[in-house]
């Protein structure tokens, strides 16, 4: 949760995204780490809650409504969160929560099929959608009248929606992203075995998945668009990290989520202050991501006003991805974005405690759509 609300700080502070120097470089690289685990939990966050549902048909229903519930908090509060415009004819935002929230329309279906099986695609679709890569890329030519569905499904970018309409800015798509969800879901079955197995079993996933990584990197074997040393000689060693998110690449998720899953164990006995103050934020995501994307916002039209004496009209822009570069003399030093996620991160620990002792202490139905 805090490392996502550096990369939006960043956003907004007009640093790009990634490249040298260095510093740059991984404050933005460290961030790569938000999606995939937010997308793979939310499929064990899925598994688990099936559990203690009546049926499989309420678990399809539940996540039906809240996937579609996301796609329309994306298209509509998230749009006017990043944008503090209403210029809707002319631009629409599909972002990580509209990602998750196709995601989970179709594991709505898919929680039909045994949890193996469901695993069994999950790691298939992260494992084989590089390979089809060109084929897909060559779709819309071959099947123009279907080419608007496989850009949102695979291809990203902006979309046209109706001869005239808006600009649907494609940053999430369907593929990998559903893959990823779907072993998230049949790795709930893992968090269900007693802890010593479960540890062994999330080191031994999380250590093999990172060494994949590092085989298929260093020797260029198979798994992301281009190979790592036919990148910019300036970019040095940073090459080597620097996978492709969109669409994630099966080395981007192996970079990812290898780690991520080996730190379980860790994290799963963490104690102490700073443990229960982050335990805060994860019990309340949605809510959490509802509120920071307006606040860092708001943080940048303040510090517009307060160091240039007015808004830049950049910060109404379409964000994040029809926006364009910030102007010459508006970029903050790197600084800044760390101080500025510092105080945003700080402001919200407080409005999130408060929600989530409110859904420990009640069980009304709309509190579960935050």
């Known amino acids: 949760m805090v490392l996502m609300a550096i990369d939006h700080v960043r ?10 120097p260095p510093a740059i470089f991984f404050t933005r690289w460290i961030t790569h780490f938000c999606a995939p685990a937010f997308v ?49 004819a002319h631009y629409l935002l599909a972002g990580v929560i509209w990602g998750i929230g196709w995601s989970m329309v179709l594991l709505a279906v898919l929680v039909w099929l045994p949890t193996a099986v469901v695993g069994a695609f999950g790691v298939l679709v992260i494992a084989g959608h590089d390979a089809l890569a060109g084929w897909i890329g060559n779709l819309p030519q071959s099947a123009p009248d279907w080419s608007w ?71 260029d074997l198979y798994g992301d668009p281009g190979p790592w040393r036919s990148q910019p000689e300036r970019m040095g060693w940073l090459a080597f990290l620097n996978t492709s998110k969109y669409p994630g690449s099966l080395q981007f998720f192996l970079m990812t989520l290898g780690p991520t899953i080996a730190l379980l164990p860790l994290l799963d006995r963490a104690r102490g202050p700073v443990a229960r103050v982050l335990t805060v934020f994860g019990r309340v995501p949605l809510f959490y991501y509802l509120l920071h994307i307006p606040l860092i916002h708001l943080a940048f039209v303040l510090l517009s006003l307060a160091r240039f004496g007015e808004v830049v009209p950049w910060l109404f822009a379409n964000h994040p991805m029809g926006s364009g570069r910030a102007p010459d003399d508006y970029r903050y030093p790197l600084w800044s974005l760390y101080a500025v996620t510092a105080v945003v991160v700080t402001l919200l620990y407080f409005p999130c405690r408060w929600f989530a002792e409110l859904k420990q202490r009640r069980r009304d139905a709309w509190l579960s759509f935050l």
């Open 149 to 219: 569905l496989w850009q949102i499904l695979y291809l990203d970018g902006p979309l046209r929606v109706g001869a005239d309409g808006p600009v649907l800015a494609i940053l999430y798509v369907i593929v990998p992203w559903v893959g990823v969800m779907a072993s998230g879901y049949a790795f709930g079955a893992v968090m269900l075995t007693e802890p010593a197995r479960r540890r062994r079993i999330c080191f031994a996933l999380g250590l093999g998945m990172t060494a994949a990584f590092l085989v298929l990197r260093a020797f």
């Open 11 to 20: 956003v907004f502070s007009g640093v790009p995204a990634g490249g040298l």
């Open 40 to 88: 793979f939990f939310a499929g064990t966050g899925a598994f688990l809650h099936g559990r203690k549902l009546a049926s499989r048909g309420s678990l399809t229903a539940f996540l039906a409504i809240r996937g579609l519930w996301l796609v329309l908090l994306e298209l509509t509060v998230l749009r006017v969160s990043w944008t503090f415009n209403f210029d809707y």
